[in-house]
């Protein structure tokens, strides 16, 4: 009988048996019985049965094609070629089709006869069973530990640690007391409308620790990163993981499907946190673009030029004239050039000493507060059924929809009251002389001004007073005699 070796293993641990042990094992077995071993062993190792079919194991699909002719294959245990029933019999047809058997060691089956397939199919469907409820328990705990606000281990983002439970056994997330304020400080200038690549600039010149240690430096996908981590608005990841291998982007949720929310963990509220990520989202005028990207990107006055010869003005769009920078009207074809420095000036003029406010959060009191998680939970769910194609599971979540649109019908039927905060996020002059690149500017500048509208002026020569005369002011409240804080204004 001529024959080879195949052995697996996930993670070599104390209680796993070893891949040398599980050779040996199979080559007693072998010269037990008289049988030629024709060729090395074949070997995956670190790969785990549960996550990868026996088909996309590189040492089992070098078994299977090798060239060498052998009657058996002998594995230490059935569990060792695959945990799920299918993937078992799947793989040991492929070994038929060369006209060879499976033989387990522990297992004492040889597929070769009547009675070791039947034993084989039995043991194989317990061996499934067995993976499942491992896998349903380890589940149902870790869910348990996190409802209950105990880490599971693993990593957490810059800013937070893991540190003894205070009322317990375990371990709990807290914030890192030396590094949190470094991520405040990057959400307060993204809020103000700074770049990421300016706040990676600046964490680097101001020689703030990074994440990865002595040197290591900081770069735009690290702190956005720490910027989109749902940790900053005080929610704690929940990444099952997928069949795809990937891990899921989620986070811990209650019974009736909402996030569950830790105050002490955050620094800024989930609504405030999710209108951050939804300007990181939106191409706003180049500011999250790499430096050679956002050369090409709109100016200073991008969205705020307007026409001012028609009933309702029109948007005036940049462009370059004759080497010179303009903006053109769509639909009259007005157009002006070389008036952004003037602008500029008058911005600056009108802006000396007034602080830079912003509206930074909307609260919601009752129902309606939790309304936009609860859209961004259905969405969610919308597109995990879609994939989905196993019944029991499919009707899971058509339940989790229906409640959470009851909820939804709840929160609009009762919006509650709404209520604005504004907080000083600077001074303009000192914003301007800071900021590095168009976009942060762009983003000083729409605070201060809301239009600035372009009307025909005289014809000959045009010098700087012409131009002025043509330009008309919508200034933003905190401006020109209008207080400070836009909460007044209001």
């Given at each position: 009988?001529?024959?080879?070796?195949?052995?697996?293993?996930?993670?070599?641990?104390?209680?796993?048996?070893?891949?040398?042990?599980?050779?040996?094992?199979?080559?007693?077995?072998?010269?037990?019985?008289?049988?030629?071993?024709?060729?090395?062993?074949?070997?995956?190792?670190?790969?785990?049965?549960?996550?990868?079919?026996?088909?996309?194991?590189?040492?089992?699909?070098?078994?299977?094609?090798?060239?060498?002719?052998?009657?058996?294959?002998?594995?230490?245990?059935?569990?060792?070629?695959?945990?799920?029933?299918?993937?078992?019999?799947?793989?040991?047809?492929?070994?038929?089709?060369?006209?060879?058997?499976?033989?387990?060691?522990?297992?004492?089956?040889?597929?070769?006869?009547?009675?070791?397939?039947?034993?084989?199919?039995?043991?194989?469907?317990?061996?499934?069973?067995?993976?499942?409820?491992?896998?349903?328990?380890?589940?149902?705990?870790?869910?348990?530990?996190?409802?209950?606000?105990?880490s599971v281990g693993g990593g957490v983002p810059y800013g937070?640690?893991?540190?003894?439970?205070?009322?317990?056994?375990?371990?709990?997330?807290?914030?890192?007391?030396?590094?949190?304020?470094?991520?405040?400080?990057?959400?307060?200038?993204?809020?103000?409308?700074?770049?990421?690549?300016?706040?990676?600039?600046?964490?680097?010149?101001?020689?703030?620790?990074?994440?990865?240690?002595?040197?290591?430096?900081?770069?735009?996908?690290?702190?956005?990163?720490?910027?989109?981590?749902?940790?900053?608005?005080?929610?704690?990841?929940?990444?099952?993981?997928?069949?795809?291998?990937?891990?899921?982007?989620?986070?811990?949720?209650?019974?009736?499907?909402?996030?569950?929310?830790?105050?002490?963990?955050?620094?800024?509220?989930?609504?405030?946190?999710?209108?951050?990520?939804?300007?990181?989202?939106?191409?706003?005028?180049?500011?999250?673009?790499?430096?050679?990207?956002?050369?090409?990107?709109?100016?200073?006055?991008?969205?705020?030029?307007?026409?001012?010869?028609?009933?309702?003005?029109?948007?005036?769009?940049?462009?370059?004239?004759?080497?010179?920078?303009?903006?053109?009207?769509?639909?009259?074809?007005?157009?002006?050039?070389?008036?952004?420095?003037?602008?500029?000036?008058?911005?600056?003029?009108?802006?000396?000493?007034?602080?830079?406010?912003?509206?930074?959060?909307?609260?919601?009191?009752?129902?309606?507060?939790?309304?936009?998680?609860?859209?961004?939970?259905?969405?969610?769910?919308?597109?995990?059924?879609?994939?989905?194609?196993?019944?029991?599971?499919?009707?899971?979540?058509?339940?989790?929809?229906?409640?959470?649109?009851?909820?939804?019908?709840?929160?609009?039927?009762?919006?509650?009251?709404?209520?604005?905060?504004?907080?000083?996020?600077?001074?303009?002059?000192?914003?301007?002389?800071?900021?590095?690149?168009?976009?942060?500017?762009?983003?000083?500048?729409?605070d201060a001004l809301v239009s600035v509208t372009v009307r025909?002026?005289?014809?000959?020569?045009?010098?700087?007073?012409?131009?002025?005369?043509?330009?008309?002011?919508?200034?933003?409240?905190?401006?020109?005699?209008?207080?400070?804080?836009?909460?007044?204004?209001?």
């Amino acid at each position: 009988m001529r024959c080879v070796i195949y052995a697996r293993l996930s993670v070599s641990n104390e209680q796993s048996v070893s891949i040398s042990r599980q050779i040996e094992s199979c080559q007693k077995y072998a010269e037990a019985r008289g049988w030629e071993v024709v060729a090395e062993p074949f070997v995956d190792d670190g790969v785990s049965a549960t996550q990868n079919k026996p088909g996309e194991r590189k040492g089992w699909k070098a078994l299977v094609t090798s060239a060498e002719r052998y009657d058996r294959v002998i594995i230490w245990k059935l569990d060792r070629l695959a945990r799920r029933v299918l993937d078992f019999h799947l793989a040991n047809q492929s070994l038929e089709e060369r006209g060879a058997a499976l033989v387990a060691v522990e297992n004492s089956i040889d597929m070769g006869t009547p009675d070791g397939r039947l034993v084989a199919n039995v043991l194989a469907s317990f061996a499934e069973y067995e993976a499942a409820a491992i896998s349903a328990r380890v589940a149902a705990a870790r869910t348990h530990m996190l409802l209950n606000g105990r880490s599971v281990g693993g990593g957490v983002p810059y800013g937070w640690r893991n540190v003894s439970n205070p009322d317990g056994p375990g371990m709990v997330i807290a914030k890192d007391p030396e590094r949190i304020g470094y991520v405040e400080e990057m959400v307060s200038r993204t809020l103000a409308g700074r770049s990421i690549y300016s706040t990676a600039r600046w964490l680097s010149e101001a020689s703030v620790p990074t994440p990865a240690g002595a040197g290591a430096t900081w770069g735009h996908s690290t702190v956005e990163r720490l910027l989109r981590h749902p940790l900053v608005a005080g929610m704690v990841p929940f990444n099952p993981g997928r069949d795809d291998k990937r891990r899921g982007d989620g986070v811990l949720r209650g019974n009736d499907g909402l996030p569950v929310v830790r105050d002490h963990l955050a620094v800024i509220p989930v609504a405030r946190w999710r209108a951050m990520l939804a300007a990181l989202d939106a191409p706003q005028d180049g500011r999250n673009l790499p430096r050679a990207l956002a050369a090409k990107s709109s100016g200073v006055l991008s969205g705020l030029v307007l026409c001012g010869e028609h009933e309702e003005p029109e948007r005036m769009y940049r462009g370059v004239r004759n080497g010179s920078t303009s903006y053109s009207c769509p639909e009259c074809h007005q157009s002006m050039t070389n008036f952004e420095h003037i602008v500029v000036e008058d911005f600056l003029t009108a802006a000396s000493g007034q602080a830079r406010w912003r509206l930074t959060e909307e609260v919601i009191d009752g129902p309606g507060a939790m309304l936009p998680e609860i859209e961004v939970r259905l969405a969610e769910l919308g597109r995990e059924i879609a994939g989905e194609r196993d019944r029991e599971r499919r009707l899971d979540l058509l339940d989790q929809i229906d409640a959470l649109q009851e909820l939804k019908a709840d929160a609009e039927a009762a919006p509650g009251e709404v209520r604005y905060e504004s907080e000083p996020v600077g001074f303009f002059e000192d914003d301007w002389a800071a900021a590095t690149d168009d976009a942060e500017r762009r983003a000083i500048v729409g605070d201060a001004l809301v239009s600035v509208t372009v009307r025909r002026g005289s014809r000959g020569r045009m010098t700087d007073g012409k131009r002025r005369a043509r330009l008309e002011y919508a200034w933003a409240p905190g401006l020109h005699g209008y207080p400070h804080d836009p909460l007044e204004a209001a």
